[in-house]
């Protein structure tokens, strides 16, 4: 079945480096790629999306490349600051499949930035 | 414009003992999901709603977990009796239409502990 795998955490980083998170997918059909982000104490919240291949999802400084050619939806940040420490999570949507509205979602990945 | 609201935030209680979440979807979203995430994990769908009509239940543990969605709009969750395996994090989302490209809206999420 399809599955998300990201790297484990905690990530920890001082203000200002740059960050990478690894996510990797498998998928039978064309999969949407999203990340998620959880902030303490409160509910996911949609950071970025990519609905095809070579697509690239961005927003507030992070940004994700959709690669199909080696399964990876990394999300970066050129310089975090502390207020990005939070939860990650990729997540995947099979758009091929019947369940194309179910989230697939890998285990999340806690970032943690120091000033 | 409110977000999903879940109550309660937390909940404790004694295994064998019932208990229900509720959820509040966004006014005019038509879909509706329940989603558990467990320690460490990402959320996994539980349940998904088209107006008032359980669409896919297959995932949610029938012998003791019950769902309902009166009138298309509110939407409670209930397990009885609890087991010590249920202690997870229950989070409802909501979506104007099917599909996840329509974009989900996910609540703060309800933390239940099962001692």
């Known amino acids: 079945g399809d599955s998300v795998t990201q790297m484990e955490g905690p990530v920890t980083l001082s203000e200002e480096a740059f960050l990478t998170i690894n996510c990797t997918y498998t998928?039978?059909?064309?999969?949407?790629l999203f990340w998620y982000v959880q902030y303490p104490g409160e509910g996911l919240q949609l950071l970025l999306k990519?609905?095809?291949?070579?697509d690239k999802g961005s927003n507030k400084g992070f940004e994700a490349t959709y690669r199909k050619e080696t399964t990876s939806f990394h999300l970066e940040k050129g310089s975090v600051q502390v207020s990005d420490s939070a939860v990650y999570f990729c997540?995947?949507?099979?758009?091929?499949?019947?369940?194309?509205?179910?989230?697939?979602f890998g285990s999340g990945t806690r970032l943690l930035v120091r000033p | 414009e409110a977000g999903v609201v879940q109550s309660p935030r937390y909940k404790i209680i004694e295994k064998k003992q019932p208990v229900a979440f509720w959820c509040n979807p966004i006014?005019?979203?038509?879909?509706l999901y329940w989603y558990r995430q467990n320690l460490g994990q990402g959320p996994e769908l539980l349940i998904r709603?088209?107006?008032?009509?359980?669409?896919?239940d297959s995932q949610l543990p029938k012998d003791r977990f019950s769902a309902e969605r009166l009138k298309g709009v509110d939407s409670t969750l209930k397990i009885q009796p609890a087991e010590l395996g249920d202690s997870a994090v229950y989070l409802c989302?909501?979506?104007?239409?099917?599909?996840?490209?329509?974009?989900?809206?996910f609540g703060s999420g309800t933390r239940l502990t099962v001692v």
């Open positions: 989302a909501s979506s104007l239409d099917t599909g996840v490209n329509y974009g989900y809206t």
């Open positions: 998928a039978t059909g064309y999969p949407s």
């Open positions: 990519a609905t095809k291949a070579d």
């Open positions: 997540a995947l949507s099979d758009e091929g499949m019947d369940s194309s509205y179910k989230l697939i």
């Open positions: 006014s005019g979203h038509n879909t």
């Open positions: 709603y088209e107006n008032e009509e359980a669409v896919d």
